[in-house]
């Protein structure tokens, strides 16, 4: 659990622990909870940062949250361009920064 993952027990609603969902960010297994959208389990494990811009390469993860920017698309069980704030994290998705580089760039 990291600080940006709140205690079940502290949920008004649903004070109950909800079944989880295992992914692999990166190569890395990382937990969420059903339910979450991708962008929320990387989140909730630690990174913020899960695209890195075409032309200098920097970090991007989630602004707007709700499907409008476009800045946290990744790459998810080989479909590119996947809005990680919109889709629903599934037990066993394999999710990979996106990094799409312009054509005749360095990075
Ligand atoms: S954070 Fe803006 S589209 Fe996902």
Known sequence: MTARLLP???DPIRP???A???IQFDGAPIE????QSIAGVILASGPLG??????SG???GVFCGIGVCFDCLVEVNGDRDVRAC???AVDGDVVVTQHDAL???IA
């Open 103 to 105: 054509p005749g760039s």
């Open 20 to 22: 989880s969902v295992s």
């Open 16 to 18: 109950s622990s909800p």
């Open 50 to 55: 899960f695209r890195r811009t075409s032309v």
């Open 86 to 88: 919109q889709r629903r």
């Open 8 to 10: 079940f027990s502290d």
């Open 32 to 35: 969420g909870v059903s339910g």
């Open 58 to 60: 920097k970090s991007r």
